[in-house]
């Protein structure tokens, strides 16, 4: 009897700490998270499209979440990564979007889906692109974004609005320099003002801003005294937009001073002067 009496209580000290462990363990145990496990992909996919048709977003991003983590290889994984990018896109959660595209991208190159994931972050920073009087990053990332749409999948249906969004973001980029631009010219610091105009004529000659850009060239150059090039940038944007108000004013400014349009072939701005798209292109 004294030999099995510390058997007995031994016993009982290790299961009692076993005992109370499983219970903790089940008390832990977060059923919803054990039932979601076990759902089969499909299950779990056209639930997150259903959401998605009914408008909850969030619910469908769960789902389409929980496929891509379950089932990481199977080919509701990638409908699921494509689709769950596409929700994010909709609720404005861009950087979200943006991740799940470049990895779909980079996980699925050559699916018939790509272009549309790079459709869809291009589409993420173009929704964040902000005024010309803030920072322009968004436009030239959508720029770069949408260009790859263009390049890489050139016979997609989504080449038509990438190539307007980047028309969008150039002109954004475009509107930046000229802020910039008059700001020394207001300021009368011709030298910068110049170099923020001539990058707008030689880099975004395809936007509205360049008969601005011409117009304040001629009235920057004028003012340092630099008739040439002042009559070089009139002439060019005579020649391009003869019926601009901007063309009117340069006109009167040289008039003004005894000068009239009169284009210097050796000029940087006769060079430039093709990149233009103008009325009289």
Not at 31 to 46: F, H, I, K, R, W
Not at 124 to 142: G, H, L, M, N, W
């Amino acid at each position: 009897m004294s030999f099995q009496a510390p058997v007995r209580v031994t016993f009982a000290a290790v299961a009692l700490p076993l005992l109370v462990a499983g219970c903790n363990a089940e008390k832990d145990l977060d059923l919803s998270t054990y039932v979601e496990q076990t759902e089969p992909a499909d299950t779990l996919y056209n639930q997150g499209l259903a959401n998605l048709e009914s408008g909850r977003l969030k619910e469908a991003v769960s789902k389409f979440e929980a496929v891509d983590r379950q089932h990481p290889y199977s080919e509701f994984a990638r409908k699921s990564l494509l689709m769950g990018t596409f929700a994010n896109y909709r609720q404005g959660k861009y950087a979200e979007a943006i991740n799940g595209g470049k990895r779909y991208v980079a996980l699925y190159p050559t699916s018939d889906d790509a272009a549309y994931a790079q459709y869809l972050i291009g589409l993420s920073y173009f929704r964040q692109i902000k005024e010309v009087t803030q920072d322009q990053k968004e436009a030239r990332q959508t720029i770069e974004a949408m260009e790859q749409v263009e390049q890489r999948w050139p016979d997609s249906e989504y080449v038509p609005d990438a190539q307007a969004k980047i028309r969008f973001a150039r002109d954004q980029l475009a509107g930046k320099e000229m802020q910039i631009g008059r700001y020394y010219l207001e300021r009368r610091e011709y030298i910068a003002a110049i170099r923020r105009f001539r990058g707008v004529v030689e880099n975004y000659a395809n936007t509205r801003h360049v008969e601005e850009a011409l117009a304040r060239l001629t009235e920057a150059y004028f003012a340092m005294g630099i008739a040439s090039e002042a009559q070089t940038a009139a002439a060019v944007l005579g020649h391009n937009f003869p019926e601009s108000d901007w063309y009117k004013d340069s006109y009167a400014l040289l008039q003004s001073g005894g000068l009239e349009p009169r284009e210097n072939t050796g000029s940087w701005i006769s060079k430039a002067a093709g990149l233009i798209v103008g009325a009289g292109s």
